[in-house]
């Protein structure tokens, strides 16, 4: 069976969305939808509802790779991601996440790192999180290379454990400030887009005010030029409510358990398969195929 994407379930009308298109749909005013995705199955439903950003977040990590946080995934684990998305995306910017360790250490491994994702993940542009002096100078040093790079600031998963754990960031004025340095000097580095993640609404817009480049919100309320949810928490594919920004807008994985316990039930009882779902071979040919076994 094929797994080349169906054109018939892409809409015709909308063109492949751009580094330079998300930057005028900042200018225009247009809210920019971003979603991530980790599998051929979830892109084709990001493809299908239009949306304008796919990340193949290292939220992967944890979602779809069972990790506990995500620290431990690698480059190699994120490419298998990446390349599923890819195979299922037309429209989409797509962007892929540089796992932890894998740019921090030189200019020279951050470029390596991010010409992978583009020659061997198909990604158009990549993201990484911090903004301080380490990340903005390798982010300065990926777009030198001529890959475009998002950046994140505000709370950032991989290294959340400098930071006090998951939780708000910006909520004193030192770490306000901290937000609003991180991400000027990103937007300094080139970043063409930035990520605000779990930073208090007010703050946020103060930065805004401050900020050339599209933001896209997580957490960080209605100011920013777009938003982003991790798949499986806005279709509830997960245990928990999750964080306080997320809000659901569907229950898939009590769906999805409801159907495996229905399909164990009629196999269990003999209710299935019927003949509905059997094959028939023609009576003369299963009599020839008797008599040779016999």
């Known amino acids: 069976m094929s797994t080349r994407p169906d054109p018939s379930t892409t809409d015709a009308t909308r063109r492949p969305v751009s580094v330079t298109g998300v930057a005028r749909m900042k200018e225009r005013g247009e809210r920019i939808v971003m979603v991530t995705a980790y599998d051929f199955p979830s892109a084709r439903v990001a493809e299908r509802a239009g949306v304008d950003v796919v990340l193949v977040g290292d939220s992967g990590a944890m979602t779809v790779l069972g990790y506990d ?26 962007v892929g996440d540089l796992p932890f360790g894998s740019y921090e250490l030189s200019d020279e491994q951050a470029v390596a790192t991010a010409l992978r994702f583009v020659k061997e993940g198909g990604c158009e542009a990549v993201k990484l999180e911090g903004g301080g002096p380490t990340s903005a100078a390798r982010a300065r040093a990926i777009v030198a290379a001529g890959i475009p790079v998002m950046g994140h600031v505000g709370l950032t998963p991989q290294t959340a454990n400098a930071l006090g754990g998951y939780r708000a960031q910006g909520r004193t004025v030192d770490a306000a400030l901290r937000v609003a340095r991180e991400a000027a000097a990103l937007q300094e580095a080139g970043c063409f887009s930035l990520v605000f993640e779990a930073v208090p609404t007010a703050v946020a817009g103060e930065i805004m005010a401050r900020t050339t480049v599209p933001v896209i919100g997580i957490g960080a309320g209605e100011v920013t030029d777009g938003q982003v949810l991790v798949f499986h928490d806005l279709l509830g594919i997960r245990d928990g409510q999750g964080a306080r920004f997320v809000k659901r807008y569907a229950d898939l994985q009590d769906a999805m358990v409801a159907g495996v316990q229905a399909y164990a039930e009629d196999v269990r009882s003999g209710d299935y398969p019927q003949a509905e779902h059997s094959y028939a071979i023609d009576g003369q040919v299963l009599a020839e195929f008797r008599n040779a076994l016999s």
């Not at 431990?72 to 490419?79: I, N, S, W, Y």
């Open 69 to 94: 946080s995500t620290v431990p995934v690698t480059v190699d684990e994120m490419l298998v991601l990446v390349r599923a998305v890819r195979r299922g995306l037309q429209t989409p910017l797509l």
